[in-house]
């Protein structure tokens, strides 16, 4: 096979003067193109042509409420897109990031089994067996390879719907975008199938500078093989389009040479690849039309639509979605499951900010955070950050330039955890979370207007019902509340009631450290606030009597990444585990610090981070099944560790240190107790 010229990382040409002004919207407008592809192709996913044209007909506009579903759902399309894309700022922006460092990002912030991935077992699901062969010591890109998994496996289409973001982060440079799409996609496929990713990735970054779908697909091969078959197939549709003005025409002739007859496996890449092209050629660069053509078309069909999505929204600009209503009933609302629990409740701007700051760490420029880096800054054109009015509330969410104006008699919120109306949703991927919002920290809003309004969260109360807390009335531009106790039950929610008038809200935030006790209070949604990797915990309100993890490590934990300085107080009880204990600054599974109970006697602060490493030990005649009260104090650098009330333990970590994270508990191999844990700033 002739294989295409070696491209260096040539860094990002794009910036410069309007160009780099204009890189945060055009970033937006890619991922919103990417969730609404996403959302309106999943009621679908991997029904044939003719189904959709005997039971919906043709699909022109969001179709969950004619299939009975939800809008906002997890999907491994918006998850694995975002969640891989953190190697970059995991391994310090570096132009030279390796299959094996995603490989090790895959590892840390999957949760087996249950986040990102279809967990759909060794030699049927390609992720899945790329997952495990990692587990079992086999780094990318071997995971992935052809050579251990066979042709058929490693061709499947996951390679292409995680890529968009490699695109996204190097605006202007397809070679670029092509090599980081390669390295990533051969941590779970090969051959065609790392291609086809190339292509995507390519086609992203590149549409930025260039409208030509033409000139788009010319310079993307040019990263491919010529002889390859996706290089082949995108011929045969362009010599198809050219002859052909009728799409379902070439759809049938794509169904013919290149179908699910003739590629084997649960989804392979090349049919969905070539959906794709069919709908940027015939949907001559229009959004809507090209995303009545592939979600119309069949098989694969929130991959595929997620990708043409991306690649119009770059292309287009946020007029992209103007001839229909696609952006109101989306209101930027994602969901990124993951073992960072803290992140998993997030919405477009967030992560606008954090792909554009990936983009300017590979450039080599300092990273942006509009409005003093406020969680909720409304910073970009038409955002509103999730924020509308309570279900059965009358009222209007409207962005006015860099702010949002509330008009109604009503609740207007946002998510923080875990919405109400999606606790049991059941979209085949497990929606893990962690509030991000809690008990004790700081919310400062610059709000003005001419109503009369008061700052409230919601939170969940016995029932899973929702309970309301209210803050000061809004008297001034800046209004200051400290999150009142909860008891425990996780905040879903926090906005502003507006009485009377309309409101204008500029900006949002909270910051410091929770003062909170984390019951568990079973059966509630307290339980579902936890990031769980252990194998089993059982529980009662007043303690945990079971974490048990039956090989490796399992953690429990929650909280977010912005949590810095904190203590943690709680009762330990070890049991039989080869080491177990409390779990500070975490970071995913296999990045974070832990106080530890290890055998044979020994009281360990550890650090995981690509790797595990002991930072400090002493002895310690701990008995199994006896209680101890533990606290454990991060700050800075320094971790200190007191048992009964007596300073046992302390460690600097002079190198790399983990500057925040969660809390929780850590198990190996075996089984560990504990009370009621509260954390406190340090």
């Known amino acids: 096979m002739n294989e295409p010229p070696q491209y260096a990382i040539t860094g990002a040409p794009y910036y410069s003067g309007a160009a780099e002004a204009s890189y945060p919207e055009q970033v937006y407008a890619g991922i919103l193109g990417k969730l609404i592809g996403v959302y309106l192709g999943r009621p679908v996913e991997n029904w044939s042509y003719e189904r959709i044209a005997e039971e919906i007909g043709d699909v022109t506009y969001y179709i969950h409420e004619q299939r009975g579903r939800r809008l906002i759902i997890t999907d491994d399309d918006i998850s694995g897109t975002f969640t891989f894309l953190r190697a970059l700022e995991d391994y310090g922006y570096s132009k030279d990031l390796t299959s094996a460092q995603v490989g090790q990002t895959w590892l840390n912030y999957l949760i087996e089994r249950t986040t990102i991935l279809w967990w759909g077992g060794m030699g049927n699901s390609t992720e ?24 058929v496996l490693s061709e499947q289409i996951g390679a292409q ?17 092509a090599r980081f799409a390669a390295t990533a996609a051969r941590v779970s496929h090969d051959g065609e199938a790392v291609y086809g990713a190339q292509i995507l990735a390519a086609m992203v970054a590149q549409a930025f500078v260039e409208k030509d779908l ?27 389009h050219v002859r052909e003005p009728d799409w379902r025409e070439n759809r049938l002739r794509l169904q013919g040479e290149y179908g699910y007859d ?28 090209s995303m009545h053509i592939v979600n119309t078309a069949g098989w694969d069909t929130d991959c595929n639509s997620g990708n043409v999505g991306a690649i119009l929204g770059v292309r287009n600009g946020l007029s992209a979605f103007d001839k229909q209503d696609w952006r109101g009933p989306v209101a930027d609302r994602l969901f990124l499951p993951s073992a960072d629990g803290g992140r998993s409740i997030s919405d477009a701007v967030q992560e606008t900010l954090f792909v554009v700051n990936c983009g300017r760490g590979l450039a080599g420029l300092e990273p942006i955070a509009p409005k003093e880096g406020a969680r909720f800054n409304f910073d970009l054109p038409g955002s509103v950050q999730g924020w509308r009015p309570n279900i059965g509330e009358e009222g209007s969410v409207t962005n006015i ?35 991000t919002l809690y008990s004790g920290q700081r919310l400062t809003a610059e709000v003005h207007g001419t109503g009369v309004a008061r700052l409230f969260i919601g939170h969940y109360n016995a029932e899973d019902g929702t ?21 425990g039950y996780p905040i879903h929610q926090v906005g502003i009631e507006v009485q009377e008038g309309e409101v204008v809200v500029e900006r949002m935030h909270w910051t410091g450290i929770p003062t909170s006790q984390f019951p568990i209070l079973p059966g509630t949604m307290a339980a579902r606030a936890w990031a769980k990797s252990l194998d089993r915990f059982e529980y009662e309100r007043d303690r945990y009597d079971y974490l048990c993890h039956n090989e490796g490590v399992g953690l429990l934990t929650q909280g977010t990444m ?38 044979p006697g020994q009281i360990r602060i550890e650090k995981a981070l690509d790797g595990r490493r002991t930072l400090a030990q002493t002895s310690f005649p701990w008995e ?11 700050k800075e650098n320094t971790i200190r560790v007191w048992i009964d009330g007596r300073l046992t333990l302390s460690a600097v970590d002079p190198s790399q240190p983990l500057v925040g994270g969660a809390f929780g508990f850590v198990v190996e191999s075996g089984c560990l107790g504990a009370g009621t844990p509260k954390v406190v700033p340090a």
């Open 214 to 240: 033409d000139d788009l697909l010319d310079t993307a091969l040019e990263l491919i093989p010529t002889d390859s078959v996706v290089s082949r197939l995108i011929s045969d549709i362009r010599t198809w």
């Open 161 to 177: 719907i995680f890529i968009d973001g490699w695109g996204l982060v190097c605006p202007g440079d397809p070679a670029s975008a």
């Open 467 to 487: 309970d309301f807390l209210y803050g000061p009335v809004i008297e001034g531009p800046t209004v200051e509340w400290e999150i009142p106790d909860t008891q």
């Open 562 to 599: 912005q949590w810095q300085d904190y203590r943690v107080e709680c009762r330990l009880t070890p049991k039989m585990a080869v080491s177990a204990g409390v779990a500070i600054r975490v970071q995913g599974t296999r990045r974070y610090y832990a106080v530890l109970f290890a055998e």
């Open 262 to 289: 003739k590629y084997a496996g649960q989804c392979h890449l090349i049919p969905n690849h070539g959906l794709i092209h069919l709908a940027l050629l015939h949907g001559e660069g229009d959004f809507d039309r």
């Open 128 to 151: 899945h067996t790329a997952y495990l062969r990692m587990k079992h010591g086999i780094a990318a890109p071997a995971s992935g390879s052809a050579e251990l998994n066979g042709k």
């Open 624 to 634: 199994a099944f006896q209680d101890y009260e533990v606290e454990v104090e991060v």
């Open 401 to 435: 330039g860099r702010a949002i104006r509330l008009q109604g008699r009503a609740h207007f919120g946002t998510d923080t955890f875990v919405p109400p109306e999606t606790k049991d949703l059941k979209s085949g991927y497990v929606l893990v979370a962690s509030p």
